[in-house]
């Protein structure tokens, strides 16, 4: 029951891999690692779960010694606190990698120090952990492991692939469990019965739903039985639309214009990037005039001019690197990475709705 102390041997050696490259200013290693950290998250994330509804439980069922019940209080607490440093890591490394001058390396060093400590306290713990959970003998318990809900953000009209994974992580079996996957904005509900869970047994349940409303859709899955009680968890993404798609680029483009003037020293090198940047501005702007007029595909064509340009600007960085080496190496790997971007969101633009 828990985590594989190999597991968190496993976290700790990526952790230490992207604190040092970003000591070194590696930050396409960081790319790398942070995808590597996200799969052992996951991993990490599915193996803790059912420890943890099981040490909940023993809190009631079980008749412990009052140094067990510290320990429990302290064991979750570091859990808690390492889904946080986790999840911190992923959203700022990330944030880091695709902009250093948005990113705040010194800060995700020192967190990075932090979360070292905790996660070797918890693989050292987990071993006693388990020993408490397993000594009581629990009724059937039902644990969510994982809830997802993607993409995220999707385009208006685009399709969402939610799963949940559930466990009875009891000592006998359950019967008759609903798990239900429901979206309040989106005014829709769906679910799926089991027979019966034995111990330990896992079950994934999957649905596809549409995004059709834009902004923020909630989810909640809940999953319940008479004889083991009810669990429930959460998630939230962003159905954008066609128009808030191009907006969002359209900003992009403003302010990478901006800073090329402001980074780039050789004149030729920042007008061939900054004309190339107007046009896409301006194929933009036509995008938003006949979206909020209402033609789709006098839209779409200025969407997809709007992406050949932005394809002609990755060509010019990628020559440059190439030969005459006149844009700042990090400023060029931001330029690349964002125009890389703003092409996947202006794909996602053509394929999204129009709010009406």
Known sequence: MGADAETYDELVAVLERIDSEIADEDLDRVGDELEELADVVDTLRSEERPLVARLQASQVEGDLEPDDYEFIATFQERITTAYLHRSGLLL?????????????????????????????????????????????????????????????????????????????????????????????????????????????????????????????????????????????????????????????????????????????????????????????????DRALEAIDAGRDTQANNSITTAMNQLGALLNTIRDDRSGRDSIPGQFRTVLERYAEGAIESLADARDARSVT
């Open 92 to 284: 700022g490394g990330d944030l880091l990698r695709f902009d250093p001058e948005q990113g705040e390396p010194e800060e995700l060093r020192g967190a990075i120090d932090e979360m070292i400590e905790n996660e070797k306290r918890i693989r050292d713990t987990t071993p006693e952990a388990a020993s408490i959970s397993e000594a009581v003998t629990l009724p059937p318990r039902i644990a969510i492991l994982r809830f997802s809900v993607e993409p995220d953000p999707v385009p208006l009209g685009g399709e969402l692939s939610v799963a949940v994974d559930v466990q009875n992580v009891g000592d006998e079996p359950m019967t008759d469990v609903t798990a239900t996957v429901s979206s309040e904005r989106l005014d829709r509900a769906e679910s799926v019965t089991f027979d019966e869970l034995d111990p330990n047994e896992r079950e994934q349940i999957s649905f596809t739903f549409e995004a059709a409303e834009a902004g923020t859709l909630d989810f909640v899955a809940s999953v319940e039985s008479e004889a083991a009680g009810r669990a429930k968890d959460s998630a939230e993404v962003t159905s954008e639309s066609k128009g808030g798609l191009v907006r969002e680029v359209d900003e992009t483009v403003a302010g990478l214009r901006e800073r090329t003037t402001e980074t780039v020293d050789h004149d030729g090198t920042a007008r061939s990037i900054t004309s190339k940047l107007d046009a896409a501005a301006t194929s933009l």
